[in-house]
Structures are given as C-alpha cells and as structure tokens.
C-alpha cells in the first residue's frame, strides 16, 4: 500500500489559487503514476490530471491551462498547482497512487471551494 495523503484544500476567491500536496508512505514512490480527480456534489468522479515515474503529464480538457501536476520524488510528494479557479472547481480532490501492476490507492480527499 501507497497511503496518499492529501493537504491544501480550502476557500478561494473565483479567479484565484491553491496549490494541493499529496504525500504518499512507499519506498517505491519514483515509479508510482500519480493521479488527481475530483468529485463535485451530484457528480460522478473525474481525473484531472496524472503524472507518471518520467514526468510525462496528462490533463482533463477542463483545467488544461489552469491547473500543474508536478512531482518531488525526494519528498515522495506530489502537487496539483491550481491557477485561475472557478466556481465549476469545487469539489472533493483524491489522490491515487499506482505501483505498476495494482489498482493502486486512494488518499482520503482534500475539499476546495470557489466562491463566485
């Protein structure tokens, strides 16, 4: 098991930033994919963003532009930089953690509100 866990929610001003952390427990963190999603209320869950062992990055249509994942693989921690935020960004944010070959782990959410 990975153990993400996520910091950095909060209330922000439409048009404003957050930047989230998620800190995982493993030895093996340099080859864990990292992925973010986030569930608005009323809403099915949906990725984000994602972040493989070689810095190669992915991004939902929605935040591309807006948001950075990034890595700090001698902090086993990675960060959802979030720029420019509206309403439409609220929600709960996981964490998953994926070693190669398992479903992988998720973390236990972190809540960010935009207020318009």
């Known amino acids: 098991q990975v153990q993400p866990v996520e910091s950095g929610g909060g209330l922000v001003q439409a048009g404003g930033s957050l930047r989230l952390s998620c800190a995982a427990s493993?030895?093996?963190?340099?080859?864990?994919?990292m992925s973010w999603y986030r569930q608005a209320p009323g809403k099915q869950r949906e990725a984000v963003a994602g972040?493989?062992?070689?810095?190669?990055?992915n991004y939902a249509d929605a935040v591309k532009g807006r948001f950075t994942i990034s890595r700090d693989n001698d902090k086993n921690t990675v960060y959802l930089q979030m720029n420019s935020l509206k309403p439409e960004d609220k929600a709960v944010y996981s964490c998953?953690?994926?070693?190669?070959?398992?479903?992988?782990?998720w973390g236990q959410g972190t809540k960010v509100t935009v207020s318009s």
């Open positions: 493993s030895n093996f963190f340099s080859i864990t994919f």
């Open positions: 998953h953690a994926r070693l190669p070959g398992s479903d992988g782990d």
């Open positions: 972040i493989d062992s070689g810095d190669n990055t």
